[in-house]
Nanobody, 124 residues
Framework: QVQLVESGGGLVQVGDSLRLTCAAS????????MSWFRQAPGKEREFVAA????????HYADAVRGRFTISRENVKNTVYLQMDDLWQEDTAVYYC?????????????????WGQGTQVTVSS
């Protein structure tokens, strides 16, 4: 069964760190570009970060570049999102997504495998 399961969300304060984990049950996981998206209340889902299937290339949204780091361990079928120096504006449900492409896409409609999401709340 194809499945993505996110974990690691929680309630933190401004300036704190969190690490999100996405455990993937996908055949040939190492052929998928893996990404994180987020959706805040009343807003559309937006791209956060992506890592190429090889792990050699990553891409970030401007809002998180320099604070968040995406990585993957293909032997464990796992993707991580290290989030440092969290801001209140980072409060959202964070989703893991998979795209069987050699290119990094930022559009939600390019991804066909999604997790159920994990809540991240940053308080002041």
């Amino acid at each position: 069964q194809v499945q993505l399961v996110e974990s690691g969300g929680g309630l933190v304060q401004v300036g704190d760190s969190l690490r999100l984990t996405c455990a993937a049950s996908i055949p040939n996981f190492n052929s998928y570009t893996m990404s994180w998206f987020r959706q805040a209340p009343g807003k559309e889902r937006e791209f956060v970060a992506a890592v190429h299937w090889s792990g050699a290339t990553s891409h970030y949204a401007d809002a998180v570049r320099g604070r968040f780091t995406i990585s993957r361990e293909n032997v464990k079928n796992t993707v991580y999102l290290q989030m440092d120096d969290l801001w209140q504006e980072d409060t959202a449900v964070y989703y893991c997504a998979a795209d069987q492409s050699s290119y990094i896409h930022v559009e939600t409609n390019m991804y066909h495998i999604w997790g159920q999401g994990t809540q991240v709340t940053v308080s002041s």
